[in-house]
């Protein structure tokens, strides 16, 4: 397993991690909903496409049911999921989608109770208030009785847990015998059999994202394979998505420099700020294959 994985984050670093992370969100969330929606997660497209601005959107919609598809998440109405947990759910555009897909029952958690309100507003005003909950709960030590949910939904939050193996030990926790679990996240490149570390320059671009997006270690796609083999879980799969999120970053840098993007960042906040000048490190590292964009998914075994 690389070093990254291994690397021990103490409890007053998670502290200040989980503060830094709550804090970027609570100034930043308004912004990239006002801007991009309410989904805060990358768009899915076809590999090589020109995309239009408007496209965005419905890009995003897509990476939701292209991660359903790849992890065979059932649509009929005997074995479609009833209960669903979104960890790191943002403003609950994912819980809310599930939610009228599946006429699910769903529950979202998040760092963030600017993110927990305005998702719960959110869900009120689009007659979802008896279907979603959202609340404000860590992902390594989540609220829930085990063996509750059968999807387990975390869409772009992986990234922020300083505990790899605790992340995916509590995934697994509250998942249903038989239920499905769907990680989405970034990565770094899987290591070579003679490495044992990333190069010096590649860790130099991720230790700059990882300050400005309160980020602790990163891991590889490969590491998360392994963490989930070591609990025993099924139908493990994996996939490198990164050529199908190409145009994300480059379209969310345009909007920020737009007058409309620079006036929001400007009344936001530093941590904003600094997030999106470290921008161009995330298309650098994607377009130096340094950072990867992965799906991973498995099953609870009955």
Same mark, same amino acid.
């Given at each position: $397993? ?35 929606g309410?989904? $805060?997660?990358?768009?899915f ?57 599946? !006429? ?7 760092? @963030? ?56 030990s *509590? ?6 015998? !038989? ?8 990565c ?11 190069r010096p320059? *590649? ?7 990882? @300050? ?64 999106? $000048?470290? $921008? ?23």
């Open positions: $397993m690389s070093t990254t994985v291994a690397v021990a984050v103490d409890e007053h670093q998670q502290q200040q991690l989980k503060k830094g992370i709550a804090e970027f969100y609570d100034e930043s969330s308004g912004i990239w909903e006002n801007i991009w309410e989904h $805060m997660h990358h768009g497209y076809d590999t090589d496409a020109v995309v239009e601005l408007s496209d965005h959107r419905s890009a995003q919609i897509r990476m939701v049911e292209e991660a359903l598809l790849f992890a065979s998440v059932p649509d009929d109405s005997e074995k479609k999921p009833r209960t669903i947990v979104d960890v790191g759910c943002g403003i609950g555009g994912s819980s809310r989608y599930l939610a009228k897909k599946y !006429g699910a029952e769903c529950h979202g958690i998040t760092l @963030s109770p600017v993110q927990a309100e305005r998702a719960q507003a959110l869900a009120a005003a689009q007659g979802l208030a008896d279907k979603v909950s959202f609340q404000v709960a860590d992902a390594l030590n989540q609220p829930f009785p085990d063996g509750k949910f059968d999807l387990v939904w975390s869409m772009e939050s992986g990234e922020h847990m300083p505990d790899k193996l605790k992340f995916v *509590e995934l697994a926790r509250v998942a249903a015998p !038989g239920a499905t679990i769907i990680i989405v996240t970034w770094h490149r899987d290591l070579s059999p003679t490495e044992e570390s990333l320059e *590649e860790e130099k671009i991720l230790n700059k994202i990882c @300050s400005s997006f309160y980020l602790p270690a990163w891991c590889s796609t490969a590491d998360y394979v392994k963490l989930l083999e070591s609990l025993s879980l099924e139908d493990i799969k994996a996939a490198d998505w990164s050529g199908n999120v190409a145009p994300f970053w480059p379209a969310v840098i345009k909007t920020a420099l737009s007058w409309k993007g620079i006036t929001s960042l400007l009344r936001s906040g530093w941590k904003t700020i600094r997030g999106a $000048m470290v $921008m161009p490190s995330m298309i650098e590292g994607f377009k130096k294959d340094v950072i990867k964009f992965s799906i991973i998914t498995c099953r609870k075994p009955e």
